[in-house]
């Protein structure tokens, strides 16, 4: 009887610490957890979509499709060149743009303007579109990404700063009608 | 001296203990037929895994996981580094070669029927190994930080994006941030380095564990089937009656394989030498065409040959069917005949996924489905086409290149495949069709409609008139054909009619 005692008494105790464990256990990954969502979190705060200057709008004939460089708002030190990033700008005419992002609205790899034919051709998957980005063939759903934009003392900027990519509503809000277009 | 070897190696075992179980596993019987040159390529595989983390520690020593340094690591191991360049490519190929011989091993099992009663858990871990590998061959590919990695990833962060709802959130998470940077390359470094084969390391002892708690499987013997109320007594009496030890009655030809194989890894890395690093990782530069390692060239290729409609279900669910299928396998087929030769449905199955796989693969290799970028400036339009033709034919073969059609029609074997090619397109369509083709586009073809005017339309189809083998009438509107016929004649009446009166 004695020894079921002392059985049960150890048995409570054993319990006891695997709680207390468990209680430091969760305290501990509170902390753990938001540093490794802290990609997502940091995301919230949009930091990263400020607006960006690719450059003097006479920089970019009208009617011409040209290859701009910006760097990305969100720079880490290790970063190196990644943060660099090329785009498509399209003057229409006047203060008209279309900032194309360069990754192929099918998976991401770089296109590349063509202006004899007017076409962008992607060298993956030989996705292409027409000059104003819509989709031409390919295994490509929809057209290219495009930036939001505005012009401002004589400064073609875009809000960019996100990887465009297909299917995530990033996308469609990169892909949605510039504030101030027209 | 022997004495003196004896006396340290009982000092440790006097404190280990470790002797009596390591000699038994070493000499636990095994079936004899099993001694054969189909049972090496587990401990070939083992054999691959162990070199790759002695040359992935050794590449540690340079390399430096850091968006800005990994490319300049990298070049550095190449040419800087005495002998650098060998463990990159020993590296390099020991990942190809693992990658080959688990997928060799993971065949041989399925068709000796060794995934049966009652080594299911055995073949699940296995398939959980072979997740790994490929993860580790994907995230050594993002380590060599140059565009094709860059792209890669791009092309990872596509697919992830696709998920619906938790899309956003799975990239973010993969990349680390907005976009490809710094952090998405440490947190591949990470999964490369720690996460991968720290899980490796716990499976695969889990693995070789449950060979030696369950046995090697025997031969499988066509009409011997598998019972689970009475396999394993029979499995023990086979052992007792035709067993042999292990060590060495079957380890031998393991030795000697593993061995064939460190000799074959190592040739290959001082013939090829290392894979990579290509260009840069720089974003701004877009003349690339970016292109997965070896073992992922046939997605590359099926995501091109897809119907896009079909692709998403396709990269989402397509996943989750076949490790579905692998894990539950030895659950649906657990009992019951283990021999190839009486199942021909799973030699059948293996020997069209090789088919799909390997055609696919070759495929990627001259990617049929891409544009030829430089075929409009590069390739001559071939003499023979233009010979004897108008001046307005000439100046439609002009068109016909300025407008970069060459880049997906060939002529004359030259040019991109991903259209037809043209060499005889008159026979094919008429003049009209020609038109409504060029302008309007359509299957697969873009619009030209709003890049041509109507003179360059003129000579293109003038040109692509002239494109049908000698001897072989250009194909005309039966229609048409008829319907001027009948105004000839109309006209040739009233001529008639005209002359009489």
Known sequence: MSNETSFSRRGLFMKLGILFNGLVATAIAVPVVRFLLSSITRGRANAYLAWVPLGSVSAFPEGETRLATFRNPNVMPTDGKTVNTACWVRRVVGDQFQVFAVNCAHLGCPVRWFPQSGLFMCPCHGGAYYRDGSRASGPPERGLFEYPYKVQDGLVTIQAGELPTPGSPTASLIGRKPPCAA | ?501
Request: proline fraction near 7%; charge should be neutral.
């Open chain 2, 1 to 501: 001296m022997r004495r003196l070897i004896a006396k340290v190696g009982e000092w440790f075992d006097r404190r280990l203990q470790l002797a009596a179980p390591i000699r038994e596993a070493a000499e636990h019987p095994v079936p004899r037929d099993t001694a054969s040159w189909w049972y090496v390529f587990g401990s070939a595989a083992l054999t691959v895994f162990l070199l790759q983390l002695v040359t992935g520690i050794l590449l540690a020593l340079i390399y430096v996981p850091s968006a800005s340094e990994a490319w300049s690591s990298l070049q550095a191991l190449n040419h800087d580094v005495a002998l650098g360049w060998f463990i990159r490519a020993m590296h390099g190929w020991g990942s190809n070669f693992m990658v080959a011989i688990v997928l060799i091993h993971m065949v041989q099992v399925f068709l000796f029927g060794a995934y049966k009663f009652p080594r299911e858990l055995t073949w699940i871990v296995g398939v959980f190994l072979l997740l790994m590998t490929l993860g580790m061959a994907f995230s050594g590919q993002v380590l060599r930080f140059d565009q094709d990695a860059y792209w890669g990833l791009g092309i990872g962060a596509s697919i992830a994006s696709r998920v619906p709802i938790a899309g956003p959130v799975i990239v973010k998470l993969m990349l680390g941030g907005p976009i490809i940077a710094g952090a998405t390359l440490s947190r591949f470094f990470a999964l490369h380095v720690f996460v991968i084969p720290g899980m490796l390391i716990g499976f695969v002892c889990l693995h070789l564990l449950m060979v030696l708690k369950l046995g090697i499987n025997e031969w499988p013997t066509p009409g011997r089937l598998v019972k689970r109320a009475t396999y394993t007594g029979e499995y023990h009496e086979l052992t007792k009656k035709d067993g042999a030890p292990f060590v060495p009655y079957a380890a031998w030809k393991d030795l000697f394989f593993a061995a064939f194989i460190l000799l074959a890894v190592a040739t290959c890395a001082l013939y090829f030498g290392p894979f990579g690093p290509t260009g840069r990782p720089d974003p701004t530069i877009i003349q690339t065409a970016p292109k997965p390692d070896y073992f992922f060239l046939w997605l590359y290729a099926l995501l091109s040959l897809l119907p896009p409609s079909m692709e998403t279900p396709a990269l989402l669910i397509g996943p989750v069917i076949v490790i579905a299928v692998l894990v539950l396998l030895p659950f649906l087929s657990g009992e019951g005949e283990k021999s190839w030769r009486r199942r021909p449905i799973a030699v059948l199955t293996v020997l069209l996924i090789a088919v799909s796989l390997g055609t696919l693969t070759h495929l990627s290799g001259y990617t049929p489905w891409s544009p030829h970028m430089n075929a409009w400036s590069g390739d001559p339009v071939p003499a023979k086409f233009l010979h004897g033709t108008t001046a307005l034919q000439r100046q439609g073969a002009l068109v016909f290149q300025a407008k970069q059609c060459r880049n997906c029609h060939s002529l004359g074997e030259s040019g991109g495949q991903r259209g037809p090619a043209l060499d005889s397109v008159a026979a094919r369509l008429t003049q009209d069709q020609l038109i409504r083709q060029v302008i309007q586009g359509g299957g697969n073809m873009p619009a030209y409609g709003n890049n041509l005017n109507p003179a360059e339309t003129t000579a293109l189809v003038a040109f692509l008139e002239t494109l049908h083998p000698t001897g072989q009438t250009p194909a005309r509107d039966a229609a048409l054909t008829e319907a001027q016929a009948e105004g000839q004649d109309k006209d040739q009446d009233k001529e008639k009619s005209a002359s009489v009166q």
